[in-house]
């Protein structure tokens, strides 16, 4: 099983994997990142199933899997 790592600071706000998302837990966040971006956030880290889709799709490469 794993999970997804997201890194705030590379993340450009192009929100491309909250739409990717299966069980669309990712949000915009309410702070701005080192860009000057709202970067993306997991919701509810509890509901992730760890597919990675969003990782596959960003541009930025911001979100990794990583195994438990």
């Known amino acids: 099983m794993g999970r997804i ?3 705030r600071d590379k993340c450009k706000a192009c929100y491309i ?3 990717a998302c299966p069980k669309k837990i990712l949000e915009a966040d ?3 990142n080192a860009l000057g ?5 997991v919701k509810d880290e509890t509901q ?4 990675a ?3 596959k ?3 930025d490469i911001a979100i990794e899997k990583v195994y438990l």
């Open 17 to 19: 994997c909250t739409d």
């Open 53 to 55: 889709m969003c990782a």
């Open 5 to 7: 790592v997201l890194n």
């Open 48 to 51: 992730c199933i760890g597919c």
């Open 30 to 32: 309410s702070t701005v």
């Open 37 to 41: 971006y709202y970067p993306v956030k």
């Open 57 to 59: 799709v960003c541009p």
